[in-house]
RNA sequence: GGAGAGAUGGCCGAGUGGUCUAAGGCGCACGCCUGGAGAGCGUGUUACGCUAACCCCGUACGUGGGUUCAAAUCCCACUCUCUCCGCCA
């Protein structure tokens, strides 16, 4: 959420912002006309209240010096304000939520230095990290490897489920599962993170604190009765944990890992990525999120990047690192760098990791504060980032370890995690 | 699913119709005191509106509605939290 303070202030900015990331900038000035308008009517309102405050005061000093006092004057009066106040505060709740459903629909400003943009080709690359691995033979994509070695099952998949999904088995799903331990055994025993492990079912006011709603309803999946949420990420929770909450400074900052699974409809990406389990409805992820002062969130951004990036190191993988720009910046953030990882099948390097500094986005909808060094009160900044996506890590470790007879060797650090087994099957 | 209890400031907690934004305590911040620290003393400690900003001032006791001249306080509904019983991985 935006602060409706500096949209009144500065409302060149903000629309500025809105349209450098293709939104619409006219949404300000209706902002603007509601607020004037919300805040005369509040002014008179609150007036009006004063008003009859006194009279009420008048009524009792009155009574208390003579019971039998005639006061049926101030009482008239002060029953015609209050009809009056009624009617005002109807009008003012009307504008109250009109205010807050258009200011909830504005995403966050993009930080200085995010590159201009009107779509992802026009992302920044800004590291690359290890080699290409040179093939003596054809590589196979992730599903004929996965098929051939009877350990990932779309058929039967999407018999139960769909299509969309994915069944691993065997000595995959045990890689998958080392691959999860891997992750968070490296965020909480070498980066300080705080293991957590988070309910998938979410209320609707979470999802719209962390951004996803109202905006992305069709995105989210949604229980019928109950009217739960499927976690999109882990985000959802782990950002929005300290809801309603004053932290102190000396606790900042909090970093938080969770392992959870992922359900999202893909809506709108028909006829994308329909090979494979690289864009499926349910999928693993290993989730990073910290708590910081506005001060230092977007150095702690940096390590973020860094703690992300350092498991694709260790898992010998090639990626970069690309800054994305303000066409295709996530509606809460105010800064993204996105970690993509070499695929050889597709010949391309793929998103495994988005990590953003959501400043104060996050912080204003769940209402997340802390007390500063002079005792007053600030949001938080919130700072999230996969750490990484556990389906799309397993697909790299497939194909880039792949060998000609259609085996996988076990990446070095993940061996411990199979149960020693060095090579699949 | 059945029965009950509760929701007040950063926290605990008092307040059952007017002088209550709200006692008392704790925490925290700042100042005084001290060689330093502690103790002690003093001041402050939410949001919105007004303001260039500060002060002042006004409004606000889970949410919404009702009764009343007047509601934290009485009535109704809702939401959320907790306890017990039942069911259950």
């Not at 900038?25 to 805040?39: E, G, M």
């Not at 499927?230 to 606790?251: N, Q, V, Y």
């Not at 699974?261 to 389990?277: F, I, L």
Request: net charge negative; with cysteine; aromatic share 8%.
């Amino acid at each position: 959420m935006i602060d409706i303070k500096k949209i009144r202030k500065e409302p060149d900015h903000i629309k500025e912002a809105l349209s450098i990331r293709n939104d619409n900038p006219d949404l300000v000035d209706q902002i603007l006309a509601l607020d004037a308008q919300r805040r005369e009517w509040v002014a008179q309102t609150d007036a009006l209240k004063a008003e009859r405050n006194t009279l009420s005061q008048l009524v009792a000093k009155q009574k208390a010096e003579n019971k039998s006092a005639d006061v049926s004057h101030w009482v008239e009066k002060s029953k015609a304000i209050g009809d009056q106040i009624k009617a005002n505060d109807e009008r003012l709740a009307q504008l109250e939520s009109q205010q807050q459903a258009i200011v909830s629909l504005l995403p966050n400003i993009p930080s200085d230095k995010v590159p201009r943009g009107t779509d992802e080709n026009h992302n920044v690359e800004v590291r690359r990290w290890g080699e290409p691995r040179v093939f003596d033979f054809e590589p196979l994509p992730h599903w004929d490897l996965g098929s051939n070695l009877n350990m990932m099952d779309f058929e039967r998949a999407s018999k139960l489920s769909g299509s969309r999904f994915v069944v691993l088995k065997d000595k995959v799903a045990t890689l998958n599962r080392a691959l999860i331990s891997f992750m968070l055994d490296v965020h909480t025993r070498e980066h300080g993170y705080v293991e957590v492990n988070v309910p998938h079912l979410v209320k609707r006011e979470s999802m719209f604190a962390t951004g996803q709603l109202p905006k992305f309803e069709q995105e989210a999946y949604r229980t019928d009765p109950d009217d739960f949420f499927l976690i999109p990420t882990a985000e959802i929770f782990l950002a929005g944990m300290h809801r309603d909450e004053i932290l102190s400074e000396k606790e900042l900052p909090l970093k938080y890992v969770a392992y959870s699974s992922c359900y999202r409809r893909e809506a709108g990406s028909y006829g994308k990525d329909v090979r494979g389990m690289i864009r499926v409805h349910q999928f693993e992820k290993v989730e990073l999120v910290k708590y910081t002062t506005p001060e230092t969130s977007f150095d702690e951004l940096e390590k973020l990047t860094a703690d992300a990036e350092r498991i694709l190191q260790l898992l010998e993988l090639p990626y970069r690192v690309v800054l994305l720009c303000t066409g295709d910046l996530g509606f809460g953030a105010a800064l993204t760098y996105d970690l993509e990882v070499w695929l050889p099948s597709y010949q391309k390097y793929r998103e495994v990791s988005s990590c953003s500094n959501d400043t104060d986005f996050q912080a204003r909808r769940g209402n997340m504060r802390y007390r500063n060094a002079q005792n007053k009160m600030e949001f938080v900044h919130t700072l999230n980032g996969s750490g990484l996506a556990v389906g799309r890590t397993l697909i790299a470790v497939l194909e880039n370890y792949q060998n000609p007879d259609g085996s996988i060797t076990v990446p070095k650090r993940l061996i411990p995690y199979m149960n020693s087994i060095e090579i699949i099957p």
